[in-house]
């Protein structure tokens, strides 16, 4: 994958898997504020809905802006190294953890604003833009590994072919975990924490309807599970298909096709 594919698909990435973790909280919330949670109409004031595409929107620049970073210094860095540190002496940058600081940066900046802006509402409020955002910024952090696995075991292997102590992309075994998390777990513990708090009528009244909230948790369960199953099965076949085209390519003699890493 050339460099400048590298940079544009890596960033694309982060900046969708952003987007849409943003795009689900917002449907959540808005699900949940209606008619479900005890005085949680003022959710849906006007200064919350500017506030809201503002924090999208920088957020969104921002995610692709620090993606680009990421991969222009992690590339020129790697360079650099290879040019004056021995290679015993080389250390691989930690890109998996950059990655999850820019993926968790929108959200904290969300935190900082939407708490003070909505703590009049009362701590029920405050409570679902609490849970909203731990929500976003756990879905975040998992979509952008499985969106950027391709572009990410690319810029790991460019970044440190030749180090002593290269960095690994996440394995089979944690895009699992990710995809379970991610479509399984999350959906599933929002939808039993509903039904925890209306049963026993702490922030839900016992007799509010959750029917909406639980609908949108569970297509975007659904929807996302699609998606992952799909990146997920292809970070796994593709390995395999280039190990099989390179066995091909070294049948027929052809000894020098060592370069084909994505």
């Known amino acids: 994958m050339r460099p400048r594919s ?25 699900s949940v504020s209606r008619e479900t949670v005890i005085e949680a109409q003022s959710v849906l004031s006007g200064q919350n809905l500017i506030a809201t595409v503002a924090i999208v929107i920088v957020g969104t620049a921002t995610v692709w802006a620090s993606g680009v970073a990421l991969v222009a210094r992690a590339l020129d860095r790697a360079g650099h190294a290879r040019e004056t540190v021995p290679p015993q002496q080389r250390k691989a940058p930690n890109i998996t953890r950059r990655q999850s600081a820019i993926l968790l940066t929108p959200w904290g900046v ?19 833009i609490v849970s909203a955002i731990l929500f976003g910024a756990t879905a975040t952090v998992c979509t952008g ?12 292997v460019a970044a440190t072919v030749d180090f002593e102590h290269a960095e690994r992309a996440p394995g089979v075994r944690a895009r699992l975990i990710l995809m379970w998390t991610m479509c399984s777990a999350l959906p599933g513990a929002g939808i039993v924490v509903l039904v925890m708090l209306r049963a026993n009528g702490w922030i839900i009244q016992a007799n509010a ?39 091909a390519e070294v049948e027929r003699g052809h000894l020098g096709k060592n370069d084909r890493c994505v």
């Open 209 to 247: 309807p959750i029917e909406t909230p639980v609908l949108v948790l569970a297509l975007v369960a659904v929807v996302l599970g699609l998606r992952a199953m799909i990146l997920v099965s292809s970070s796994i076949s593709d390995p395999v298909h280039d190990i099989v085209d390179a066995m």
């Open 145 to 156: 590994f499985l969106f950027t696995q391709r572009p990410l075991r690319a810029l790991m």
């Open 110 to 128: 969300a935190a900082v604003v939407m708490i003070p802006l909505n703590i009049g509402g009362g701590i029920r409020v405050v409570i679902l």
């Open 6 to 30: 590298l940079l544009v698909r890596y960033a694309a990435g982060l900046a969708f898997a952003y987007v849409l973790s943003a795009a689900e909280v917002v449907a959540i919330v808005i």
